[in-house]
């Protein structure tokens, strides 16, 4: 398809947002937003651990050369995709405990969190990709004083709605 963008020529952008399946995708959105919403470039791929492998090692293999220097990855039930992308880059890797229909996203978390020594994920809460999305503009922000910025004008902004609700329960 005309201007499609596939396969790790593509990954000119900072952020990666990796995920095992479309079907994570209502989820892993919000990390975009909160990248959109900061003025950091990030494109979504969908690259499994178990259904793609080859595709998702690739990728994890060549992103830091072809650019990417944060990758958030999202998966739910057996989510092995953060930390098997972890194994095969040095970039940071955030990971996303996607909550599936049984298990309520234990499941997802216990297998993302739990990695060994040296392959670090740094794990998010259960289905909580804005928070992704802030890690990563937080780890990009020390090389960008202008996103630094804008991460402290958004928490200014989180500080004043803030007190905003206090106000109003005081009244
Ligand atoms: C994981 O399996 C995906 O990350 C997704 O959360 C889960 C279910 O995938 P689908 O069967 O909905 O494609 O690999």
Redesign the pocket.
Known sequence: MEGEEVGNEAENVPVVIA??????LAVMTKAKEVLDALGVSSRIRIL???RTPAEMFEFARSARDAGVKVIIA??????H?PGMIASSTTLPVIGVP?A?RHLSGLDSLLSIVQMPRGVPVATVAIDNATNAGYLAARILSLGDPALAERLAGMAAEARSESLAKDAAQQA
């Open positions: 995920m095992g399946s479309d079907s994570d499994s651990a178990h999202g998966a739910g039930g057996a989510a995709l996607v599936l």
